[in-house]
T-cell receptor, first 112, second 111 residues
Framework: KAGVTQTPRYLIKTRGQQVTLSCSPI?????VSWYQQTPGQGLQFLFE???????NKGNFPGRFSGRQFSNSRSEMNVSTLELGDSALYLC???????????FGSGTRLTVV | QKEVEQNSGPLSVPEGAIASLNCTYS??????FFWYRQYSGKSPELIMS????GDKEDGRFTAQLNKASQYVSLLIRDSQPSDSATYLC???????????FGTGTRLKVLA
C-alpha cells in the first residue's frame, strides 16, 4: 500500500515568489491536512480538507491557501513568499477525525 | 496557555529503564489522543492512539489517559537507544476537524 506522497521534496525560492506543493494521500483516505514545522514553533496546523471541502483552517495569513481534488489529492499554495515561510511542510492523510494521521516525507522550503 | 503542552526535554533515561512522557491539554471536549514519534530528519509516525480513560498497551508502549485531569502520558518500557527521538502528543479538538500538536519531548536513551 503506497504511503502519502509529497512533491517536491526540496524547494528553494526567492522572496516574493509563489510556490505550490502537492500531496497524494493513501488510497481511500479522504481527509488531508497540512502542517508547517519549524524548530521554534513545532507543528502548526494550516488546514484540513475532506471530500474537496476545507473544514478547518489554522491561524495563517491569506497567502497560504489550499485545495483538494476529486481524487483526494491536495495542493497548497503560498504566495508572496517571505523569509519566515522557510520550513518543512507536512501533509498527512487519515480516514477521519478519530483516526491517526499518516504523514508524507514533507517538502522542505527554503526562501532566500 | 498553550492548547497542548509537553516538556521539551531532553529526557534522558538509561537503556532498559522506563521512559515516562507527559502531555496536558486545555480543551475539555477533546475526544481523541495520539502519540507520534519523530526521528531527526524524518516525518512523525503514529505509535499510539487512545480514546477513553485508562491504560492502553501495545508492546513496550502504554498510553494513559485521564480526562478529568486533562492529561495523557506515554510509558516506554525496556527503553532502547533506538527509541531516542522526539515524541509528539496530539489532541483532536471537539468537532474542529484538526489535531493540535504539542511541541514534543526529546527522549535520549543512553546505552
Amino acid at each position: 500500500k503506497a504511503g502519502v506522497t509529497q512533491t517536491p521534496r526540496y524547494l528553494i525560492k526567492t522572496r516574493g515568489q509563489q510556490v505550490t506543493l502537492s500531496c497524494s494521500p493513501i488510497s481511500g483516505h479522504r481527509s488531508v491536512s497540512w502542517y508547517q514545522q519549524t524548530p521554534g514553533q513545532g507543528l502548526q496546523f494550516l488546514f484540513e480538507y475532506f471530500s474537496e471541502t476545507q473544514r478547518n483552517k489554522g491561524n495563517f495569513p491569506g497567502r497560504f491557501s489550499g485545495r483538494q481534488f476529486s481524487n483526494s489529492r491536495s495542493e497548497m499554495n503560498v504566495s508572496t513568499l517571505e523569509l519566515g515561510d522557510s520550513a518543512l511542510y507536512l501533509c498527512a492523510s487519515s480516514l477521519g477525525q478519530d483516526s491517526g494521521y499518516t504523514f508524507g516525507s514533507g517538502t522542505r522550503l527554503t526562501v532566500v | 496557555q498553550k492548547e497542548v503542552e509537553q516538556n521539551s526535554g531532553p529526557l534522558s533515561v538509561p537503556e532498559g529503564a522506563i521512559a515516562s512522557l507527559n502531555c496536558t491539554y486545555s480543551d475539555r471536549g477533546s475526544q481523541s489522543f495520539f502519540w507520534y514519534r519523530q526521528y531527526s530528519g524524518k516525518s512523525p509516525e503514529l505509535i499510539m492512539s487512545i480514546y477513553s480513560n485508562g491504560d492502553k498497551e501495545d508492546g513496550r508502549f502504554t498510553a494513559q489517559l485521564n480526562k478529568a485531569s486533562q492529561y495523557v502520558s506515554l510509558l516506554i518500557r525496556d527503553s532502547q537507544p533506538s527509541d531516542s527521538a522526539t515524541y509528539l502528543c496530539a489532541v483532536s479538538g471537539s468537532g474542529t476537524y484538526k489535531y493540535i500538536f504539542g511541541t514534543g519531548t526529546r527522549l535520549k536513551v543512553l546505552a
